[in-house]
């Protein structure tokens, strides 16, 4: 993204806001993409035939303008840390290091190195701390979605909302996921967990418990991402969905709206969205598109068109669900440059960002509760009320928190402690489910000497006595899925 102008600067405000337009990245500074006319980058065929899944084709599209000392560490994370498997479309390969022309060998190695995006879609071994590169409370389905399933890959944890799995891939993968325990490709360290069902079993399945379910009347229809369904499939679905009578909201989660847009703007996916939207409105239904961009980079030209595509089919809204990430955004200038970006450039309404969830290895991305306190503060004020959005941290057991809603905070340890005033699905039965409070742990290194000294005298035990837990937890996971 240009800036073109910049207004209030000279006002002294804190956050000087920019008026800003979006230009989509020239593709053919990268020496693989030298060659790719404009007519193939808009192809969503290209673009998912031409996505960066290793290392070599990363060599191959970059060539010599990054060192070697980057792939190598790039290598290392994929062997020793990485929880998800390398899948990068062209369309976000392209928004890193988007302003600095290649001059040479190794021209854009310190370029990729600081770029946000690259942050968390491409991590590298350096990237992460080596202290506690894990909180020992860290586990691989972070929120507990799994042991909330009410059907495969169906998980009812809020009282009168679901979230469908639909399926488990993406057209893109994020570092970050906090599904990595089943989105996505095993990796050397994550053996990813399979769903058991026939897809058409699972969806039926999904769309039984809803007919079943009345207080039902919300659902995310996400996955992975929605954008990897057929269109004609999840149309079906969707079109099925609709005629439950008592589902009211439909939210279709796709990151792809950013990382392909190119998928969004195809003839038959508008036209399913379109026909879909048609059935919604007509039975009074809102159907909304909830996406997830972190940077402003990642705004650009096909972002807004896509969006736009979405609106003219007929979907209500488009919202942005970003995740709260140490070297990419978690800076209230960078949050506030997205905002506006969505908001001003293609009509994104910002709504959350989520802390990002203790999952392995997650330790360098994740800030703490009091951090991510003061950045709600800082980007107070400058967006209108309906379009700042809530930092929330997703406690587990409990689900969204905003971020002041703690009931206690032991600063020293950082541990925060959560109260909620609903039952999940697992605590019908459960007399102080509404009672307790649910902890919350702030990455070690961020916490004062003593407190840092309390996890190293205890953290270890308690780390192995998780994972202990933790595998056992799995094990019997996986024994229930395969008799369902
Ligand atoms: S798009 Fe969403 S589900 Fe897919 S890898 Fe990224 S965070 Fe995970």
């Not at 039965?429 to 409070?437: F, V, W």
Request: net charge negative; aromatic share 8%.
């Amino acid at each position: 993204m240009s800036i073109e102008t910049a207004i209030g600067l000279e006002t002294g405000q804190p956050y000087a806001y920019r008026q800003t337009r979006l230009v989509e990245p020239d593709w053919t500074r990268f020496p693989g993409w030298r060659e790719v006319t404009a007519e193939q980058w808009r192809d969503a065929q290209w673009q998912r035939a031409h996505c960066v899944k290793n290392l070599r084709q990363l060599r191959e599209l970059m060539g010599d303008l990054i060192d070697d000392r980057f792939y190598d560490d790039l290598e290392r994370d994929q062997t020793e840390r990485a929880t998800m498997s390398m899948l990068v479309p062209p369309q976000m390969m392209n928004t890193m290091a988007p302003h600095t022309t290649p001059s040479g060998p190794g021209s854009l190695t310190d370029a990729f190195y600081a770029d946000p995006v690259r942050g968390y879609m491409l991590p590298v071994f350096s990237d992460r701390r080596t202290d506690w590169p894990s909180h020992p409370h860290a586990t691989r389905d972070s929120l507990h979605e799994h042991d909330m399933w009410a059907a495969e890959g169906l998980t009812h944890r809020y009282p009168t909302k679901v979230l469908a799995e639909l399926l488990p891939t993406c057209p893109q993968y994020c570092g970050h996921c906090t599904r990595m325990d089943l989105v996505g490709n095993s990796t050397p360290q994550i053996q990813k967990l399979k769903l058991a069902g026939k897809p058409t079993d699972r969806l039926a399945a999904m769309l039984d418990y809803l007919r079943r379910t009345p207080e039902v009347r919300d659902v995310v229809v996400s996955g992975g991402d929605v954008a990897n369904m057929p269109i004609a499939r999840l149309e079906d679905f969707l079109t099925q969905l609709l005629e439950i009578e008592n589902i009211r909201d439909i939210r279709l989660a796709t990151k792809a709206l950013m990382g392909m847009p190119q998928h969004w703007l195809q003839d038959d996916v508008r036209a399913g969205v379109e026909r879909v939207a048609r059935l919604a409105r007509k039975r009074g239904v809102s159907v909304a598109i909830h996406t997830h961009v972190n940077h402003a980079n990642s705004v650009t030209p096909l972002v807004a068109e896509a969006t736009q595509a979405m609106f003219d089919a007929g979907v209500r809204d488009v919202r942005n669900q970003g995740v709260l990430l140490n070297g990419v955004n978690a800076d209230p200038n960078a949050l506030l440059d997205l905002c506006f970006a969505l908001l001003d450039g293609a009509q994104i309404m910002p709504y959350y960002f989520y802390m990002c969830d203790m999952i392995p290895f997650s330790e360098h991305w994740r800030v703490s509760v009091a951090d991510a306190q003061r950045l709600q503060h800082h980007i107070m004020g400058y967006l209108p009320g309906f379009a700042t959005p809530r930092i929330v941290c997703d406690v587990p057991f409990v689900g969204k928190r905003w971020v002041h809603q703690l009931a206690d905070y032991d600063h020293e340890r950082g541990i925060s402690y959560w109260t909620k005033n609903y039952r999940t699905s697992i605590e019908a039965a459960d007399p102080e489910a509404l009672t307790r409070t649910y902890e919350y742990y702030d990455p070690i290194h961020t916490l004062p000497e003593s407190g840092q000294r309390w996890w190293e005298q205890h953290g270890r035990l308690e780390e192995s006595a998780l994972r202990a837990a933790e595998t056992a937890a799995a094990s019997r996971r996986t024994a229930a899925l395969q008799a369902h």
